[in-house]
């Protein structure tokens, strides 16, 4: 199984309050599906675009379950990642919806969906070493995290007893210097872009924001690495939440830059780029805008994260205004992982 990405790193919710554009079309990258399944879930009729064929197979189980479990099920599945009775429920339930390529891919890994889901495969691997690893240095980790009162409390305790251990000189080192994040990053290009300058300086700072400004009991991506302990109902992906109508879901195996050169010139409301520019070299990511420009409507929005800032806006030379919201959106982007989180428009003439 190739699947990178079992659950989304990136704020799906920033997404879908960024973007949601009811009635109208949407072009997102499929990855885990988490993004595309909020924004069809508030009405957005999505097109998700990935070019592995395994991460649209996650997706299309997703958007199956999504039209047969009832919730609890949906978050023992999806958020919690363990669930001892899902082959037999896959195989009554969800299997006759799939697409039979996506039916033979689960019949040889919905076992995944038995325990351990998001530690099975891909990123969600290191990011729980990770994981083992601050509990084993900082025994009360867990403790702190179940129990803290406030978030200042949190915070106090994190920066006296916890970040000075976890991301001390000899961490900060062997991020820039070793294949340590590789595990992290399974795109070279996004390596290479990790361990230069200050990333891992800038990571600290950027935990430590979303520390100070909430309960991590409350998180569903640190809390599961922190804690060792799933997201609440309630505070996990957002298509979770239930109130789901009818999806309207497109999914292409495609190239994101054919997507959007290929689809009718403004014909978009919105699209997510994800951190696909932090795969590309500075040629693929001129191509990119060009297109992702050329598919908006006026006013048209253009959602894009990046690992590492670069030193030049290839959106903005494509004629895209970045909105000054985004000065805002490192800060709101609760994984902690972006540099820059920017939202751009297209001129309304």
Known sequence: MTILFTRAWEDDRLDLELLSSPGQEVLVVAAAGDAALALA??????VAVDTNPDQLALVRLKLAAAGVLDDASLYRWFEVGADPSAPSVY??????????DAAVFWDGHIEAVVGGFHTHSGVGRPFARLGRFAR????????LIETAPDPSF????????????????????AMRHTRLLAPLAPNRAE???MRTGG??????DRIDGVVANGLIRRHPWWRPVFAGRPADPGDGAAWLDGGRGPLDLTLMQVDLAAALASRPRASLAAASLSNVPDWLDARGIDLLAAAAAGALQPGGRLLVRRVVRPESDAFVRAGLIRDPVSDSLVARERTALYEAVDLYRKPEN
């Open 41 to 46: 879930a508030c009405g957005s009729r999505v």
């Open 91 to 100: 195989r009554q339930l969800v299997r006759p919806l799939l697409p039979e």
């Open 136 to 143: 084993l240095i900082c025994p009360g980790l867990t403790k």
């Open 154 to 173: 949190q915070s106090a305790s994190w920066r006296k007893h916890v970040a000075p251990r976890l991301f001390g000189p000899l961490t900060h080192a």
């Open 191 to 193: 390596l290479d872009r």
């Open 199 to 204: 990333w891992s300086h800038g990571l600290v």
